[in-house]
């Protein structure tokens, strides 16, 4: 009797006595979609071949499979999840706004301080002053924070910079700190964050200069790959956004809307008809603009970081995003002025506690739901054959572990598309 000589792989790494927590649910495409499940595996084994997950599942089921592998790593039974995902980040920026800080709890509101020439146009001042250099080093600082605590993707946005080469100079740093530290960055053009001082009263001027000139140049330049608008009302009204929308859509770029954080404007609604990536904020969205989302297929971007620091109390509408089955992404929004804050492990924390997001939900929010908010769903997010290798490695003992605590971080080992980066 002959063998059958079956091509027997080499795989680069493989994971050993590990607990996984696959993230990926259900037999079925529709089951899939449909409900949400850690996918839990213990005593498991993963191999990973060319920066991708090539063979995953209980390590009994090992036994049957022939394989050798160059390098094995023995998980000595911690937890692996997929690396997480910080999808709606503003770090690239100069100085900071601890005086402001200072003003609200002397009691003036985000918004008066705004509307004296403050909050962002104050970051604006401080980002135009700043060098390249200075910007890169700042923004190394708050990636590091977040690589450090399991973050493997994270957006971007520009919007501090406000004219064509403020806007570009950052969207550079973006690309310079994907280059420099394992992590993927996806670029966000905010050029409509705030009206620049230049075109004060002027805000039709200014919206014609981002779709007729700031966008299609940097979009030129390769450093958008979506494009937001910070729809408010101290922001930009819905007919302005859907200009900015329009001139995204000439350029095939997807879009996302900060929407309905202080107001109800239906900017969410506005999105959906742009099928936009997600909406993000949402405290103030109605039962109208959840409904929207779900029939376009958006993902809700929640950010119980900025909730927390201006302390609001109006709570985005879980329920419904529940019964509509609207995917809830969380993340950090990083930024100098309402969530100071590069902490995904306490965004974590803070969905459930604040927002009342269950444990799995969190972490669903920062893993699967994130890709998608990032249109990146097709490689990262969870772990299953053939999606990228970005890995964490937790001492935990049950997965809720990851947002029922914080302070110390449980965080062994990170895997970026097959590399052991910490
Ligand atoms: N929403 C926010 O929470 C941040 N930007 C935005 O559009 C705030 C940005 C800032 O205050 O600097
Ligand atoms: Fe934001």
Redesign the pocket.
């Known amino acids: 009797m002959t063998n059958i000589q079956i091509d027997k792989p080499c795989w680069d790494i493989l994971w050993i006595n590990v607990n996984i927590v696959t993230m990926a649910s259900g037999e079925t495409k529709t089951e899939r979609e449909d409900s949400l499940d850690y996918g839990i595996v213990k005593n498991a084994a993963v191999a990973v071949l060319n920066g991708k997950i090539a063979w995953l599942g209980s390590i009994k089921d090992l036994a049957g499979v022939q394989y050798s592998v160059k390098q094995l790593i023995d998980g000595k039974n911690q937890w692996l999840t997929p690396g997480l995902i910080d999808c709606h980040t503003?770090i690239v920026y100069g100085g900071n706004?601890a005086n402001e800080f200072e003003m609200r709890l002397q009691g003036k509101s985000y918004e008066e301080i705004a509307n004296a020439g403050g909050?962002?146009i104050s970051?604006v001042a401080a980002t135009r002053n700043a060098t390249e250099q200075e910007l890169f080093e700042s923004a190394k600082k708050r990636l590091t924070a977040l690589h450090n605590e399991g973050v493997t993707s994270v957006e971007i946005k520009s919007g501090y910079g406000l004219d064509l080469g403020s806007e570009t100079k950052m969207l550079r740093v973006a690309k310079q700190l994907a280059d420099a530290l394992p992590v993927t960055v996806k670029k966000t053009f905010l050029g409509a964050?705030a009206i620049p001082t230049e075109y004060q009263n002027n805000s039709q001027g200014y919206i014609d200069d981002i779709c007729n000139n700031m966008l299609p140049d940097i979009a030129a330049k390769g450093l958008v790959d979506a494009v937001d608008v910070?729809c408010?009302n101290i922001?930009f009204t819905l007919k302005e956004t859907e200009q900015v929308f329009e001139a995204a859509a000439k350029l095939n770029l997807p879009v996302k809307i900060?929407a309905e954080?202080l107001s109800n404007m239906k900017g969410a609604k506005l999105a959906a008809k742009y099928k936009a990536l997600s909406a993000d904020?949402l405290e103030y969205l109605c039962e109208d603009g959840v409904k929207a989302m779900s029939e376009a297929n958006m993902t809700a971007v929640l950010?119980p970081g900025?909730y927390y620091f201006l302390r609001e109390s109006k709570l985005p509408p879980m329920e419904l995003l529940r019964k509509y089955k609207v995917p809830m992404a969380i993340a950090t929004?990083s930024?100098?002025?309402?969530?100071p804050i590069t902490s995904i492990q306490l965004m974590l924390n803070m969905a459930c506690t604040l927002f009342k997001f269950t444990p799995l939900e969190a972490l669903a929010g920062v893993t699967i739901n994130a890709a998608k908010a990032l249109g990146l769903d097709e490689s990262k997010g969870k772990l299953a054959v053939g999606y990228d290798a970005d890995i964490a490695c937790w001492d935990i003992e049950q997965p809720a572990e990851l947002a029922y605590q914080f302070g110390v971080n449980p965080l062994t080992s990170l895997m970026k598309e097959g590399r052991i980066v910490i």
């Open positions: 503003h706004r909050g962002i970051t964050h910070f408010e922001g900060h954080q904020h950010l900025a929004d930024n100098p002025g309402s969530s």
